[in-house]
């Protein structure tokens, strides 16, 4: 049974002439669906669990690729290993509702500050593809790696951004559930999140009983995850406070008159991999 698998060809620059794909002797065309982009259908599938060479050509420049031919089809769990078994992709019976193909090439991740690759980032696909059940994607991770709880399985968001979207452990692998494929890495985050602006500012002096207490909070890691990993307290108790994820802010205000004289507050923020920072500071109420 022969099936097929799109395969899209990506260029940085406006190309002259169409590209040619080779898979043996055959000549395929690729179309073009946007200015640097085009597409074309690869036949798979003559020899199950062999990789096939498929060669880009533009001109007299070539570049070939081997593709899994490892068949993923609707209502069969299956397990696939790619890339030397450094990547495990788990389907559930409904995960895929047509015959898929996955393929795993490896790149190495451009991070931002606040975070750092442990191993090779992997381009997971088909990306265009979504899956009807979740599919669990798994990176292997060397055994200090695994112990590490501020690594996780991040995945590409835009040109050097990345999201944390999960860090289940299995035995010497790190992944998560996820409903369609990309690029992903394992990556450290080992900064706290950044914690400033407080308002009041140190020693300010005010006449208001009850003043609006407010930070600004920013995490280029992990992220903030849940609001609870966010409290502002006052004078040793905490405050309702409230978070705004999109301003970055967060603030709270006493519920009752505070007595004049010197308070102090903290603001202390824990982000998705465990790091903890907090700030303290203090004003005085005059009469």
């Known amino acids: ?137 798994w990176l292997r991770c060397a055994p200090n790696t695994c112990e590490d709880d501020q690594v996780g399985l991040y995945q590409a968001v835009g040109e050097a951004q990345w999201g944390l979207v999960g860090s289940e452990r299995q035995e010497g692998v790190i992944g998560a559930s996820l409903r369609r494929l990309g690029r992903f890495a394992l990556l450290r985050d080992a900064r706290a999140p950044e914690v400033d602006g407080l308002r009041p500012r140190r020693d300010t002096r005010i006449a208001d009983r009850r003043p609006r207490l407010s930070a600004r909070i920013d995490d280029a890691g992990s992220g903030i995850g849940r609001e609870e990993d966010i409290t502002i307290e006052l004078n040793g108790q905490a405050l309702i406070a409230e978070y705004d994820p999109e301003a970055k802010t967060v603030r709270a205000r006493p519920s009752q008159d505070l007595a004049p004289g010197p308070h102090e507050w903290t603001v202390r923020v824990r982000d998705m991999a465990g790091n903890e920072r907090a700030v303290h500071s203090a004003f005085r109420v005059v009469k």
């Open 1 to 137: 049974m022969c099936s097929s698998d799109l395969l899209r060809l990506l260029s940085s620059d406006v190309l002259s002439q169409q590209p040619r794909v080779l898979v043996g002797e055959r000549v395929l065309w690729p179309r073009q669906v946007a200015q640097r982009t085009y597409e074309v259908y690869v036949p798979l599938g003559h020899e199950p669990g062999d990789r096939i060479e498929v060669t880009v050509a533009l001109g007299d420049r070539r570049r070939s690729i081997k593709l899994d031919q490892v068949a993923v089809r609707p209502g069969a769990a299956r397990r696939v290993e790619l890339a030397k078994r450094e990547v495990a992709l788990d389907f559930a019976e409904r995960s895929a509702y047509k015959i898929v193909f996955p393929q795993a090439e490896r790149f190495v991740p451009q991070v931002p500050d606040g975070l750092v690759a442990v191993g090779s980032g992997y381009a997971l696909g088909p990306e265009d593809v979504p899956f009807d059940a979740r599919v669990g994607v």
